[in-house]
């Protein structure tokens, strides 16, 4: 691509962003405004934000300004409640043996051989990461069984736990439940609108992908699956992070100002591509104004989940997720 066509897009697009956040500003509701603001901000490249704009931009053509409400609930309903509500959360047996994936994979994907493959997935992604939580630097415990002689600070000994980046659950449904089928695909199909960039990869047998999954203490694990924790690349260097905090509690937790990633094997770093989108949707969220809200509402979800022994726990989240609608 020649200089002046490239300079030619950068023009567009800015052009773009700048009509959007326009139509943002006189025609969304006052509630949604931050929400689609922070969408165009931080797509994690300009393909996406240039999706983003497009959709704005096409919700106000017919001078309805509902559509741009919709436009907000969808980005809300199918990127934000859903990667924030499956975070943090560790893999196990599933009761239900007839899974597939029915969102486009090219590779058979079985839901309960991938789960009982987790044990396989750590054990390999604690090698790449010499044993050690790339967030805290804490060492796990297990690295004794690998080099007996291996001399460690006492007080940074700790579990850690396989971290999928991209929720695992994103890949977990029910092919006979039509219903669990299209909120899953309109899932994908708005992360990859947000990307503008080809996430495929990532299902099927891809979501276990060692780039997909990363070393973490609980602690850490449970904030960056809770959105209150991210890598964020520092700019010209390699695999080189500024560890960002939010809400109340992650900032004083005392992580590190930055984080080297490396590999301790021939396998690969965790991707720096689904670190971007994961830390672009935490700032999403957080710019959004609605993370307190969301949070109180998925704490009394959780606690009513914990009561659901009926496989009523997906019927509650919907409940959840359109309470958050409404209340945030």
Not at 5 to 16: A, I, K, P, W, Y
Not at 90 to 115: I, L
Not at 245 to 269: D, Y
Not at 277 to 290: D, E, N, P, Q, T
């Amino acid at each position: 691509m020649s200089a002046s066509s490239s300079s030619n897009n950068e023009d567009l697009l800015r052009m773009s962003i700048n009509t959007a956040l326009a139509t943002i500003e006189k025609h969304a509701p006052e509630k949604d405004r931050a929400l689609l603001r922070a969408m165009l901000q931080f797509a994690p490249t300009d393909n996406g934000k240039s999706i983003i704009a497009g959709h704005i931009l096409q919700a106000f053509d017919s001078k309805s300004v509902s559509k741009l409400g919709e436009l907000a609930n969808s980005y809300w309903t199918t990127i934000i409640v859903p990667i924030r509500s499956a975070g943090g959360k560790t893999p196990a047996p599933s009761q239900n043996p007839s899974r597939g994936d029915p969102h486009g994979g090219e590779t058979p994907f079985n839901v309960e051989s991938a789960k009982r493959n987790q044990a396989y997935l750590k054990k390999h992604t604690l090698a790449r990461d010499n044993y050690t939580c790339l967030a805290t630097g804490r060492v796990d415990y297990q690295v004794f069984d690998v080099i007996p002689n291996f001399v460690a600070d006492l007080s940074k000994l700790d579990v850690t736990q396989a971290c999928h980046i991209i929720p695992f659950s994103l890949n977990d449904f029910d092919t006979k439940d039509q219903s669990d089928v299209d909120q899953k695909t309109a899932i994908w199909t708005a992360l990859q609108a947000f990307c503008g960039k080809d996430i495929s990869a990532l299902r099927g047998v891809g979501i276990n992908s060692l780039d997909n999954v990363m070393t973490l203490c609980p602690m850490a694990h449970k904030f960056f699956g809770e959105l209150q924790l991210a890598f964020e690349a520092v700019p010209d260097t390699a695999n080189k992070y500024k560890l960002l905090t939010f809400g109340k509690v992650a900032p004083r937790l005392g992580f590190p100002e930055t984080v080297t990633l490396k590999s301790n094997t021939s396998a690969p770093v965790p991707s720096p591509f689904y670190l971007a989108l994961h830390c672009a949707i935490c700032k999403v969220l957080w710019a959004s104004g609605r993370a307190e809200a969301l949070e109180a509402l998925l704490e009394e979800w959780e606690d009513t989940t914990v009561l659901a022994k009926d496989g009523s726990s997906a019927q509650l989240l919907d409940l959840a997720i359109f309470r958050s609608i409404n209340v945030c």
